[in-house]
């Protein structure tokens, strides 16, 4: 296991996987609210914690329930990275004091900052051009609201 599979598996997971089981994997994402009869399962459910590394690999090839297949989207050593990195993030999730290493605090030490930290909204208003940057409650009527906030997509 290396850190180039974990994060070639957590990149594909955030592309393929978390849009229905989220990006920690507890099935509480969006597709499962747009009306699917059912959720998800979580991957930190004990009956998938149990579950051989294989059995990942093989819904993921030949679908389950409404999941389709993703043989054709997912190469064969993605898919293996896929699994290594659910069950780390099963691992991750899970994790109790006995797995901490000896001396590591958890939490870790919080950042320092220089006085308070702010919100951040300013720094991300200035990415924003300021052609973007109207209120709508600025726009004059509801039709020029409404076209403003459509442009936006």
């Known amino acids: 296991m290396t850190k180039d599979v974990l994060e070639r598996g957590r990149e594909r997971v955030q592309?393929?996987?978390a849009p229905c089981h989220s990006r920690v994997g507890d099935g509480q994402w969006l597709h499962p609210s747009r009306g699917f009869a059912r959720k998800p399962p979580s991957f930190h459910d004990q009956r998938l914690q149990k579950a051989p590394l294989g059995y990942f690999y093989d819904v993921m090839s030949n679908g389950?329930?409404?999941?389709?297949?993703?043989?054709?989207?997912?190469?064969?050593?993605d898919r293996w990275k896929i699994v290594a990195y659910i069950r780390a993030l099963?691992?991750?999730?899970?994790?109790?004091?006995?797995?901490?290493?000896?001396?590591?605090?958890?939490?870790?030490?919080?950042?320092?900052?220089?006085?308070?930290?702010?919100?951040?909204?300013?720094?991300?208003?200035?990415?924003?051009p300021k052609t973007l940057r109207t209120p709508l409650r600025n726009l004059r009527n509801t039709n020029e609201r409404r076209?403003?906030?459509?442009?936006?997509i």
């Open 15 to 17: 592309h393929l996987c």
């Open 64 to 77: 389950f329930g409404v999941m389709p297949d993703y043989a054709s989207q997912i190469s064969p050593q």
């Open 90 to 128: 099963q691992l991750s999730q899970n994790a109790t004091k006995a797995d901490i290493p000896a001396g590591q605090t958890v939490p870790s030490t919080p950042p320092r900052f220089r006085g308070q930290p702010g919100s951040g909204r300013n720094a991300f208003q200035r990415l924003i």
């Open 147 to 152: 076209h403003h906030s459509t442009s936006l």
